[in-house]
């Protein structure tokens, strides 16, 4: 089975645009989870969608947003980017059912400048 | 607010040396605690643990979990260089029908020659 996929690998933007990352899970697979990842927070917690529907959600902002499509193929939005989001976005896959252990994708390197 | 921590910081040892990691924890509603291993890229699933007192067992590596201690522990023996890397704990946790994944910030282990 191929692993988890997410594009694009790497990304600069500037303060004040938008992004969007991509996310495809695992074949099978209907839960897909959004972690940030940087030196000083270590992976912290975006949210999880399941079966198109956001499932749970970290203590980020109403800037970072998500979807998930009827495929379980998954996108993540961060509007009026800042600095401080600079970090590495990682998605992860699992059947869905509680108690799976979560599968990680390769990560987007996403800099602010 | 869930909280997990890992001790130490960072790590260095030499080869064939035994290594212990800690993970502590104060989350509500425990399902699980896992045991990552992330190198370059993606996290990759080393251990799920689930009753307290069981040791998870692959090749040099081991795991058990404490419930009583709310803590766990991740053994490495006859270390080697291939076992740089950075080890993160994550707890599972229950809202509902709804779970994330609360990580630790890691513990850096370099294996040297």
């Known amino acids: ?11 600069i933007k500037t303060r004040g645009q938008q992004v969007t990352l991509s996310c495809s899970p695992i074949s099978g697979h209907r839960s897909v989870s959004w ?12 949210f999880e969608y399941f079966s198109e529907t956001q499932r749970n959600k970290g203590n980020f902002p109403g800037r970072f947003s998500g979807r998930q499509f009827s495929n379980s193929r998954s996108e993540m939005n961060v509007s009026t980017l800042e600095l401080g989001d600079s970090a590495l976005y990682l998605c992860a896959s699992s059947p869905g059912n509680h108690g799976n252990e979560q599968f990680f994708g390769p990560g987007t390197r996403l800099t602010v400048l | 607010e869930d909280k997990v921590v890992q001790s130490p910081l960072s790590l260095v040892v030499h080869e064939g ?4 990691l800690n993970c502590s ?4 509603n425990f399902r699980s605690l896992l045991w990552y ?3 370059k890229k993606a996290p990759t699933f080393l251990f799920m643990l689930t009753s307290s007192g ?14 009583k201690e709310l803590s766990s522990i991740l053994n490495i023996t006859a270390t080697q260089t291939g076992d740089s890397a950075i080890y993160l704990c994550a707890v599972e946790t229950m809202a509902g029908t709804a779970s994330k994944l609360t990580f630790g910030t890691g ?5 040297t020659l």
């Open chain 2, 25 to 28: 924890y104060e989350v509500t």
């Open chain 2, 17 to 20: 040396d035994t290594v212990t």
């Open chain 1, 35 to 46: 972690y940030q990842q940087t030196p000083g927070q270590g992976l912290q917690f975006l």
């Open chain 2, 54 to 67: 069981i040791e998870k067992k692959s090749g040099r590596l081991s795991s058990i979990l404490d419930k």
């Open chain 2, 107 to 111: 513990t850096r282990l370099q294996v």
């Open chain 2, 37 to 39: 291993k992330q190198e």
């Open chain 1, 1 to 11: 089975k191929a692993g988890v996929t997410q594009t694009p690998r790497y990304l």
